[in-house]
């Protein structure tokens, strides 16, 4: 089946970048996400990556997608102590009944240290 | 963006009582909205697929008596756990997608709402 797989946790300094790394199984995803989760909270969108394209830059975030290796990454430049969250990785697929689902990975912490 | 609201963001209730969640897309029409619920250090676990006037899709192992989806109009849908008990505590999270446009394969999710059943 589908599976999609993060490392648990990351720790960087302020000032830093952070990288977010992500693997996924099913070639045939079309969209990619990263999204935001702070304590307490929902998830926020922080931005989506088409499988036809093998980067997507949006301020201090940048997405890489290896589609070859089924590798996705965020990075996050000059990483801030308000980045501290959990950071989810999913993708979703166009088949059938399941058109739209989300498929997401277990989240990596990532810890800004001051 | 789009925005989605859900409510309430907190309930705590009694065992064997029933609630309800509202899931508002406030911006856009959703011809599709999803639910999800959280375990605690785990990843978002769909529940079900509900389509504006008809019935959710269940996923496997998710009792469709014990959690009711309404998707009535297109901009609303709510999940009722009924009596409820401690095991159904979790955090549910919905999200909501546009049926056309750029944001076609776009996402959004609402705040979510954390269930405590005592």
């Known amino acids: 089946g589908e599976d999609v797989e993060q490392s648990l946790f990351l720790s960087v300094r302020e000032g830093d970048s952070s990288v977010i790394n992500c693997t996924y199984t099913?070639?045939?995803?079309?969209?990619l996400y990263w999204y935001k989760q702070e304590p307490g909270a929902g998830l926020q969108l922080l931005t989506y990556?088409?499988?036809?394209?093998d980067m997507k830059q949006d301020q201090r975030l940048t997405v890489l997608l290896n589609k070859k290796d089924k590798h996705l990454s965020l990075r996050i430049a000059d990483t801030q102590t308000g980045d501290s969250a959990i950071y989810f990785c999913?993708?979703?697929?166009?088949?059938?009944?399941?058109?739209?689902?989300?498929?997401f990975g277990k989240g990596t912490k990532l810890s800004v240290k001051p | 963006g789009a925005v989605v609201s859900q409510h309430p963001s907190w309930v705590i209730c009694k065992s064997g009582t029933s609630v309800k969640i509202e899931c508002r897309s406030l911006d856009f029409q959703a011809t599709t909205m999803f639910w999800y619920r959280q375990f605690p250090k785990q990843s978002l676990m769909l529940m079900a697929t509900s389509n504006e006037g008809s019935k959710a899709t269940y996923e496997q192992g998710v009792e469709k008596d014990k959690f009711l989806i309404n998707h009535a109009s297109l901009t609303l849908s709510t999940l009722t756990v009924t009596s409820a008990h401690p095991e159904d505590s979790s955090f549910y999270i919905c999200?909501?997608?546009?049926?056309?446009?750029?944001?076609?394969?776009?996402?959004?999710f609402g705040e979510g709402s954390r269930l405590t059943v005592l």
């Open positions: 999200s909501a997608r546009g049926g056309t446009g750029a944001n076609t394969g776009e996402l959004f």
């Open positions: 099913d070639s045939s995803s079309t969209y």
């Open positions: 999913a993708e979703t697929m166009n088949y059938g009944g399941s058109q739209g689902n989300l498929i």
């Open positions: 990556i088409f499988s036809n394209m």
